[in-house]
């Protein structure tokens, strides 16, 4: 029993119907969320009247105080000599019995 080819015309028509579902289905789904966002943050009205009040809010990232940050890395710098000093005559001891 031989297998029955389709014809190409035939392929092409369903590989073309297939595509078609595929692009009709991004479209609806990339216009539910365009509209989904308009919905959920009130309407295209309500952004309208928002608009002026964002330049009035608080910057997201404050500014840094410089002095602050260079006097914990100098308290970090002196931990870590501390620490180091520390453990500095064990690591040397170490470093004898290893054969370094």
Request: aromatic share 4%; proline share 5%.
């Amino acid at each position: 029993m031989a297998v029955r080819q389709p014809k190409a015309g035939k392929t092409v028509s369903q590989t073309r119907m297939i595509v078609s579902s595929f692009v009709a289905g991004i479209g609806a789904m990339a216009l539910a969320g365009l509209v989904f966002s308009v919905v959920a943050d009130g309407g295209i009205a309500h952004s309208a009247h928002a608009a002026p009040l964002r330049g009035r809010q608080a910057p997201a990232v404050q500014p840094l105080d410089v002095a602050a940050v260079k006097a914990q890395l100098a308290q970090a710098d002196t931990a870590v000599q501390v620490a180091q000093d520390a453990t500095d005559p064990a690591v040397f001891r170490l470093g004898e019995l290893a054969g370094e």
